[in-house]
């Protein structure tokens, strides 16, 4: 069955970065592409960016444009995603899931909280 | 950028049906996909692609998309269906395509 399983959580402070994986099994990686939505405490769902498992091309949100980074690891069907420069604003929790550029995602990841407190 | 609009909530008697609306600028002409977040927990895809329901979704949920609005229909809603729903379209109209979600509706079960 598809799984997606993600790190754990997250404490960093104002200006960190932070790393998150999701490691993909029970379907071939690189048939699609990885998700990232985030939710902030109390919020709605905000779509980060996508990125190919297949050739790593990826779309990210303007809004974090410059600020993140979507990695694949095709030797260990695992996805990454990095967001720099922390903010407190940036503290909810990071999806993956597997899905389209388009944006349909049909398996998800159990979620990461990231906390981001001086 | 282009801006998803749905009700902030939505109430419904057990048995009967709900529906969930989507509001944008000619959302007929795009695509739309619809999610269920119980919490605590992930979202679960229940409608794509306007009107297609993934393995596993109870023929109880349906998809339309004409005009100005989408609309999630749940037919005969259950205690268990309590929860947000969200929409989510992509966006190709600005220089920048993107994925946009809507606000999300509670759905409240009488």
């Known amino acids: 069955q598809v799984q997606l399983v993600q790190s754990g959580a997250e404490v960093k402070k104002p200006g960190a970065s932070v790393k998150v994986s999701c490691k993909a099994s029970?379907?071939?990686?690189?048939?699609?592409?990885i998700s990232w939505v985030r939710q902030a405490p109390g919020q709605g769902l905000e779509w980060m960016g996508w990125?190919?498992?297949?050739?790593?091309?990826?779309n990210y949100a303007q809004k974090l444009q410059g600020r993140v980074t979507m990695t694949t690891d095709t030797s260990t069907s695992t996805a990454y995603m990095e967001l720099r420069s922390l903010r407190s604003d940036d503290t909810a929790v990071y999806y993956c899931?597997?899905?389209?550029?388009?944006?349909?995602?049909?398996?998800w990841g159990q979620g990461t909280l990231v906390t981001v407190s001086s | 950028s282009y801006v998803l609009t749905q009700p902030p909530s939505v109430s419904v008697a057990p048995g009967k049906t709900a529906r969930i609306t989507c509001g944008g600028n000619?959302?007929?002409?795009?695509?739309v996909h619809w999610y269920q977040q119980k919490p605590g927990q992930a979202p679960v895809l229940v409608i794509y692609?306007?009107?297609d329901r993934p393995s596993g979704i109870p023929e109880r949920f349906s998809g339309s998309n004409s005009g100005n609005t989408a609309t999630l229909t749940i037919s005969r809603v259950e205690a268990g269906d309590e929860a947000d729903y969200y929409c989510?379209?992509?966006?190709?109209?600005?220089?920048?395509?993107?994925?946009?979600f809507g606000g999300g509706t509670k759905l409240t079960v009488l």
């Open positions: 692609y306007d009107s």
């Open positions: 899931a597997r899905g389209e550029r388009r944006g349909v995602a049909d398996y």
């Open positions: 990125i190919s498992a297949y050739n790593g091309n990826t």
């Open positions: 029970g379907y071939t990686f690189t048939s699609y592409g």
């Open positions: 000619n959302i007929g002409s795009k695509s």
């Open positions: 989510q379209v992509w966006d190709s109209s600005s220089d920048h395509p993107d994925v946009v």
